[in-house]
């Protein structure tokens, strides 16, 4: 029987909104604050569900630890008190939250095996969240 | 069509034991879970019903009859319980959060009639949860 299981972790880091396609109006017109030279940081909560049929023998979709050890591997030290902007993955992509949503699910889909990953959801603050369910994704 | 969700909470205690497996994989694929004199958590069970709002009455369900089968169904056998030894489907089956959800579903799924049954969700921690959807 296949479930989807949601585990929760968070990270803080800073970054900075600001595109190079843009001039330095259109930039502050577009991103206010965020706009902001120096960048600013937020706590990130982000959320990851994986699914799969429920293992017969171990009553589990996947071992939470595999989770866990690959999402700080992979997710949390790359960008656990860093500045987004100096990745080279925001070198041209800026780092909305959007794009850290997405770019989240694309290193997890590469490199958690045991589960299939439905979902991406991160939180910015308490009032804003993005879901990342895929490039090919039918929303239930 | 309009989902519905209610909420309650129940504690209880478990640990994490396949007779399938050995001492040393039961230790290995369980951790600190698999302490045979159990632990505990405050488990926040969801369950959200989807049904057409009935034009009279203005509820796609009676949240007090949901209210009193999520209770007698679920919350009755299982709070402030040891799992593995006092809930029939944990003698056979690992209490996972994943089976306690599909565990649910089961109870409550004959028991709804009003609403159709749409998802069970059982958080065992605020950062840990399960969602299911009945069988597929």
Known sequence: ?140 | MVYLTRKAEFSASHYYHSPEFTPEENSRVFGKCNNPNGHGHNYTLEVTVKGEVDPRSGFVVDLKQLKEIMHREVLDAMDHRFLNKEVPEFMTKVPTTENIAIAAWQRLKPRLQQAQLHRVRVYETPDLFVDFYGEE
């Open chain 1, 1 to 140: 029987m296949k479930a989807h299981l949601t585990r929760r972790y968070r990270f803080s880091a800073s970054h900075r909104l600001h595109s190079p396609e843009m001039s330095a109006e259109e930039n502050l017109a577009t991103y206010g604050k965020c706009n902001n030279p120096h960048g600013h940081g937020h706590n990130y909560a982000l959320e990851v569900t994986v699914s799969g049929p429920v293992d017969a023998t171990t009553g589990m979709v996947c071992n939470l630890v595999d989770l866990d050890d690959c999402v700080k591997r992979e997710v949390l030290s790359r960008y656990h008190l860093e500045n987004l902007n100096t990745r080279k993955e925001f070198d041209v992509t800026v780092p909305t939250t959007e794009n850290l949503c997405i770019e989240i699910f694309e290193i997890l889909q590469r490199s958690f095996p045991y589960a299939h990953l439905e979902r991406v959801r991160l939180e910015e603050t308490m009032m804003n969240s993005f879901e990342y369910t895929g490039k090919n994704a039918a929303r239930n």
